[in-house]
């Protein structure tokens, strides 16, 4: 059994992200993706920034001293999920997903 576990958690894996793929395919169709992103992206910073400042404020200094690494990877980061949901926004989601996974794998 524990030789089928690791193909049985990559369909699972495979099967979530086409899932995925279809519900953002819908919402944003109808939806400005730029709102969306900057939303996520604010949100995420704001609560992540603020749970590693309260519970690990050594590490929080940390990362202040690495700026401009922090900043780079989030661009790319932002720039890479901003190209994945302008193509669900243009693309059927089946095309997404395969050269999301193709690309990223």
């Known amino acids: 059994m524990a030789v089928l576990l690791g ?3 990559i369909l699972t894996f495979c099967l979530s992200q086409a ?3 279809v519900y953002f395919g819908h ?7 730029f709102a969306v992103i900057l939303l996520a ?4 910073t704001l609560i992540f920034g603020a749970m590693t400042a309260v ?6 200094k940390l990362l202040r001293g690495h700026i401009a690494t922090v900043l780079a990877m989030n661009v790319t ?7 994945y949901f302008f193509a669900l926004t243009h693309l059927e989601p089946s095309i997404v997903n395969t050269v999301h996974s193709g690309m990223v794998r």
């Not at 919402?27 to 993706?33: A, C, I, L, M, T």
């Not at 519970?55 to 929080?60: E, G, H, M």
């Not at 980061?77 to 190209?83: Q, Y």
């Open 7 to 9: 193909p049985l958690l």
């Open 19 to 21: 899932l995925r793929d």
């Open 27 to 33: 919402v944003f169709q109808g939806v400005d993706f």
């Open 41 to 44: 992206f604010a949100l995420s």
């Open 55 to 60: 519970r690990r404020p050594t590490q929080f």
């Open 77 to 83: 980061t932002a720039v890479a999920w901003s190209c």
